[in-house]
């Protein structure tokens, strides 16, 4: 093993020689983002057999190996790491945190969802991690940082300086009243998020203008991404706005980028970089003398044991808890495109997954609360995963809604209805939205070639209804004549869904801060989602079959229902 792993070393560093030159490296940067609690990361290897993935003991093994060859290391990572599975929701990210505090990280960024359990929860964690959190742009309302805003750590000669930046959408991809004072009309905190993105801008050059000459190398550590949507507040946007930055090490968008060099705005090149999500790759980036170099790897060959042990404990012990089967899917269930793994189409467009989940709200408030629901939603930031066909756990509904999120259902007037709808829409065609509305009990057309004209607010939330609409034919299934009607926007109609949209403003929805609650806190979005999976029609097998023949819903006349299809049953038409 020790001959094997040794050799594999060789050939790795013999690469990075071959493509940067003959040169000794000063300092190795690991990084990794958006990790989202995939710490039981598997992949297939060339015969399609599932194999080991990355995880947090991978990264630990690599840092300790490079360091055994006389490498200065330091290990990174650019937020999202406390959310995304049932693994981070059990107990808040306490665990998550201590696998990387076993890895030996050095520094961390916080991301959006490092958010989803509230504000009081992150200052928590802040002090349970034994690396500390850098963010320049997260503000108190008097705009003094919370956290430092940079780190500067010396190796050898070199000195470089880390800079954290958080996203903006920080606001409205959270829950935007943790930010608030408890009446929720003013916020406690900002992330220098102003509309043209200049507030931003001007909030990193500063920082840099700073460190500049402390440092020999700065490299900014951010949570901002490349989707068209998050500009104007995206990697490549502070790049070209600022000057100074060596690198920039991103997160956000889950794209794998080993290497782009953009341009800032004096001309120098800047060496951006991105690993994707969920451990799919550890970044390697090396400052030498000639300059900065970044690579991405995919596998490794070795795993620190006593690391991968306290993973492996802790989901072995979640794994007992959610892994009872409660019913068996006949259809996968998509929010990618059934093609392309890394195209999240639920962003987009409507998919059997968005509609499976709207569905259960419309479902459970209907059938089980008995409260009369009109309309069910889903965010499609909210849904988070594929689920192939098979057995279907209370996992597999946690897998897809892992953020905790409590369901609810207020009522709503016909504009306001049609406000959301045309809000949640108002990116499609230029890029991925999580605040696109996936619907039950609904349907609605978008001209794509309209360009939206919704008025948002410096923070992103909603403002005023726009004064032309790329929504239009928007009817409402009627339970009673079964058919859909055409939207009355003066009449009041019931929607159910997470209170992260309905109550707390999340993605923006700030159209339904004055609605009047029904019921709140009914319970955790993938518990009301499992309820429906039990309630299909059972197979000879005598378990629940999830296919659209089986829904309970299937009985209602012309209702739209079809999750054979992965782009769902039509209730989003796209023109």
């Known amino acids: 093993m020790k001959k094997r792993f040794s050799l594999f070393l060789a050939v790795l560093l013999s690469t990075c020689i071959t493509l940067w030159g003959q040169v000794q490296s000063d300092v190795t940067i690991l990084y990794t983002n958006d990790i989202h609690t995939y710490i039981t990361n598997t992949q297939k290897d060339k015969d399609g057999n599932k194999v080991p993935g990355l995880s947090y003991g991978s990264v630990a093994a690599l840092r300790d190996d490079l360091k055994a060859q006389g490498k200065q290391v330091v290990l990174i990572d650019a937020g999202d790491h406390i959310q995304g ?254 093609s392309d793994s890394k195209k999240r189409l639920v962003r987009r467009q409507e998919t059997n997954n968005g509609d499976f989940i709207a569905d259960a709200a419309y479902f459970y408030f209907n059938e089980v609360e008995k409260l009369d629901c009109d309309v069910g939603i889903a965010n499609s930031g909210g849904i988070r995963a594929d689920l192939p066909a098979g057995s279907y756990s209370y996992n597999s509904a946690k897998t897809v809604q892992p953020f905790g999120n409590v369901v609810c259902i207020v009522e709503v007037t016909g504009q306001e209805l049609l406000d959301a709808l045309e809000f949640g829409a108002r990116k499609i065609g230029v890029g991925d939205n999580g605040g696109l509305l996936q619907v039950a009990g609904i349907k609605y057309t978008v001209n794509s070639a309209i360009p939206s004209e919704v008025e948002t607010s410096a923070e992103g939330f909603w403002v005023k209804s726009p004064a032309n609409y790329r929504v239009t034919n928007v009817q409402v299934y009627n339970r009673q004549k079964q058919i859909y009607e055409p939207l009355d926007l003066t009449k009041s109609y019931r929607v159910g869904g997470v209170n992260y949209i309905l109550r707390n403003m999340g993605d923006g929805f700030a159209m339904f801060k004055n609605s009047k609650l029904i019921k709140d806190y009914v319970a955790e979005d993938y518990l009301i989602t499992s309820t429906y999976a039990k309630s299909f029609a059972k197979g000879t097998d005598a378990k629940p079959h999830l296919s659209t023949k089986n829904s309970p819903l299937s009985s209602l006349k012309n209702y739209l229902i079809d999750y054979e299809n992965p782009n769902g049953a039509g209730r989003l038409i796209i023109e």
């Open 85 to 338: 599975t049932a693994y981070g929701a059990m107990d808040s990210g306490a665990n998550i945190i201590s696998f990387m505090n076993a890895a030996k990280y050095d520094l961390a960024t916080p991301g959006n969802h490092e958010f989803d359990y509230g504000v009081d929860r992150v200052f928590e964690i802040f002090k349970e991690a034994k690396f500390p959190y850098i963010a320049c742009n997260f503000l108190k309302a008097n705009n003094k940082p919370v956290l430092n805003s940079y780190k500067i750590m010396t190796f050898g000669k070199t000195k470089v300086a880390f800079i954290g930046i958080m996203t903006p959408e920080t606001f409205t991809k959270s829950t935007p009243t943790f930010f608030m004072d408890k009446a929720h009309k003013k916020f406690l905190y900002n992330f220098a998020s102003g509309n043209n993105g200049k507030e931003l801008y001007e909030t990193v050059q500063k920082t840099i203008d700073e460190v500049s000459k402390k440092a020999d190398y700065i490299v900014a550590v951010g949570h901002l991404g490349d989707d068209p949507s998050s500009a104007p507040w995206r990697s490549v946007d502070v790049i070209a706005n600022t000057h100074g930055l060596s690198a920039f090490i991103d997160g956000h968008s889950h794209s794998t980028n080993a290497q782009q060099l953009v341009k800032d705005a004096k001309g120098n090149q800047v060496v951006l970089s991105q690993t994707g999500c969920y451990f799919g790759a550890i970044g390697i980036m090396t400052i030498s003398e000639k300059g900065i170099k970044s690579e991405l790897i995919t596998s490794y060959e070795r795993s620190d044991e006593k690391v991968d042990s306290l993973v492996k404990n802790w989901a072995n012990e979640i794994d007992q808890h959610l892994n009872q089967e409660i019913a068996v899917s006949d259809v996968s269930f998509y929010i990618n495109d059934s």
